[in-house]
């Protein structure tokens, strides 16, 4: 007897419900040999710099789509980075003021990049909002890569600069900006 396909129905995701990306287990952090990122990503970390989401998380037999929200705040710096699967992001507030050393960013961009493929970028100076989807993945591993040592400054000066005004903003635009 062959078991029947699974059914698949229409289903409601909600915001409120969504667990943070790493305590969900559908994304790891590799560093590979990059020490030296891990302890200043710690830091980073620490000083409460963004906020991620996994606001959908379909297994294959699903359909095989995850949505994640990532909210950057203000002049945070993404190190260099590759993902193991190729991944679509959609700004949806805010900007990116230095898309892979030459580009900016607004609402409504995309762009996409392939499994492998290194990138990195600044949010503005507002913060930035992106909808990361992935598709056919049951997980996402986020690999570390040789960063410009100006790259590497950038973020310990960013903390410096930004940490306390970073621990004031609790949540992006779209989950409310701020507790009042």
């Not at 909600?14 to 590979?32: K, N, W, Y």
């Not at 906020?51 to 710096?77: A, I």
């Not at 930035?128 to 986020?142: G, S, Y």
Request: charged share 25%.
């Amino acid at each position: 007897m062959s078991a029947e396909p699974r059914q698949r129905q229409i289903r409601i995701h909600r915001g409120g419900e969504a667990p943070e990306l790493h305590a969900s287990g559908a994304a790891v952090s590799d560093f590979g040999p990059h020490i030296e990122l891990r302890e200043i990503a710690a830091r980073l970390a620490s000083s409460e710099c963004s906020q991620t989401r996994l606001l959908v998380h379909q297994g294959r037999d699903e359909g095989g789509l995850s949505v994640v929200y990532l909210y950057f705040k203000p002049n945070f710096p993404l190190f260099r980075h590759q993902h193991d699967v190729d991944s679509l992001y959609v700004v949806i507030s805010g900007s990116v003021v230095d898309f892979m050393g030459a580009e900016a960013l607004q609402p409504g961009d995309c762009f996409s990049v392939p499994a492998g493929t290194p990138y990195y970028y600044t949010a503005g100076p507002e913060g930035v909002e992106v909808l990361e989807i992935l598709r056919d993945a049951d997980t996402v591993t986020v690999v570390y890569v040789d960063n410009p040592d100006d790259r590497v400054e950038e973020a310990q000066e960013a903390v410096r600069a930004n940490a306390d005004a970073w621990r004031e903003i609790t949540n992006g635009p779209l989950f409310g900006s701020r507790d009042r």
